[in-house]
């Protein structure tokens, strides 16, 4: 499905990332590890084509999604024609818009209004907090009920394929398993999942396949339940 292949990528004259590659199948639920600063995130957004200055260039190497060359697809087109959503670090919902409004909005580019609906209900099926909220404006929640709304909206845009960035950050352990449940949820009922996390516990947890990333390279990569028990993973992000 996603299949990436020497990616160089660059922050001005700063290599970020040295040739990585790694892929992701139809129906998998895949994490990719690593601590602060180790060119995860500058993966998701080299995948989502988001530019500069917000993003980095890449400098070598290709991103292919269903047999298509991202680099040559814009950055909009990602989500509206080739189904791939984002859950940003942070999660960056729309403060002032009420969870209606913030899900709503991801829908812009859909034709098939009668799945909307379908998939509105299965978001709040999910997230029944959200339900409870959906006349609540974004910047009252709390910080687990804007992840479940970032969660949601990636969802909403008719995504196939989800990116999370860092999903567990800032939240409370029982709240973590909650979110890291439903994503396994929506794994099993079709959705493919790639996730950046340095939670390795809870990441390896759930996931099929996992990489491990150091300093823009790919060191180790193996499946979930390997990686758990390597000796190297353990001491390094394992405790």
């Known amino acids: ?8 990528v660059r922050y001005g004259n700063i290599e970020a990332l040295h040739g990585i590659s790694l892929y992701v199948k139809d ?3 895949v994490a990719l590890l690593g601590a602060n600063g180790a060119g995860k995130s500058t993966t998701l957004m080299s995948i989502m084509r988001l530019l500069p200055p917000v993003a980095p260039v890449v400098s070598k190497g290709t991103i292919s ?14 989500v509206a024609r080739h189904g791939i959503g984002l859950v940003p670090e942070g999660r960056r919902i729309f403060g002032n818009l009420t969870v209606m409004e913030n899900l709503k909005i991801a829908t812009y580019a859909r034709k098939d209004s009668g799945q909307i609906s379908r998939d509105y209900e299965r978001v709040f099926s999910l997230f029944p907090r959200l339900s409870d909220r959906k006349n609540q404006r974004g910047d009252t929640l709390s910080g687990g009920e804007q992840q479940m709304l970032a969660m949601g909206r990636a969802f909403m845009c008719g995504a196939g394929f989800i990116l999370l960035d860092e999903p567990s950050m800032g939240l409370a352990p029982l709240l973590m398993q909650d979110l890291f449940r439903v994503l ?29 990333m150091e300093t823009g ?3 180790m990569e193996g499946s979930a ?10 001491k390094a992000y394992l405790g």
């Open 65 to 78: 999604f269903k047999g298509v060359d991202l680099l040559s697809v814009a950055p909009h087109h990602v």
């Open 184 to 212: 396994k949820e929506l794994n099993e009922s079709g959705t493919t999942v790639f996730v950046v996390e340095q939670n390795s516990h809870i990441a390896l947890k759930y996931a099929d396949r996992a990489y491990v």
């Open 217 to 219: 390279y790919i060191v």
């Open 27 to 29: 129906g998998e639920f």
């Open 1 to 8: 499905m996603l299949k990436i292949e020497n990616l160089h």
């Open 225 to 234: 339940k390997e990686l758990a028990k390597n000796e190297e993973v353990q």
